[in-house]
């Protein structure tokens, strides 16, 4: 059975810095897409960042470039997205999600949309605040 596990949320300052991780098991991350999503209160879920795991695509939503980094580490099964410089408009439940590769214009992977996603993790919330 398919399971991801994210871990790695919590409370910090403006400013501050987060790393958050997605495991999976019951299948390895080989020629997978790969997606973070969050959804704050209120407010639909939306795409925060993807990446192949056949390197090298990666793509972010325009609010976190240059701040969020997602990466893959193939020998630990894992997913990481490196969050910096965080903002309270960063606070939300972060979901890590898979689905087998998928392309379209634009490449391996392209596009931050729920639909393309079956199995997700059941979420990990980060809160920022001052």
């Known amino acids: 059975q398919v399971q991801l596990v994210e871990s790695g949320g919590g409370s910090v300052q403006p400013g501050g810095s987060l790393r958050l991780s997605c495991a999976a098991s019951?299948?390895?991350?080989?020629?997978?897409?790969v997606g973070w999503f969050r959804q704050a209160p209120g407010k639909e879920r939306e795409g925060v960042a993807a990446?192949?795991?056949?390197?090298?695509?990666?793509y972010y939503h325009d609010s976190v470039k240059g701040r969020f980094t997602i990466s893959l580490d193939n020998a630990k099964n894992t997913v990481y997205l490196q969050m910096n410089s965080l903002q309270p408009a960063d606070t939300a439940t972060y979901y890590c999600?898979?689905?087998?590769?998928?392309?379209?214009?634009?490449?391996?992977?392209?596009?931050?949309?729920?639909?393309?996603?079956?199995?997700w993790g059941q979420g990990t919330q980060v809160a920022v605040s001052s």
């Open positions: 990446i192949y795991s056949g390197g090298p695509s990666t």
């Open positions: 999600a898979a689905a087998r590769r998928f392309w379209r214009a634009g490449g391996d992977c392209y596009g931050l949309y729920e639909y393309d996603y079956g199995s």
């Open positions: 019951g299948y390895t991350y080989s020629d997978y897409c």
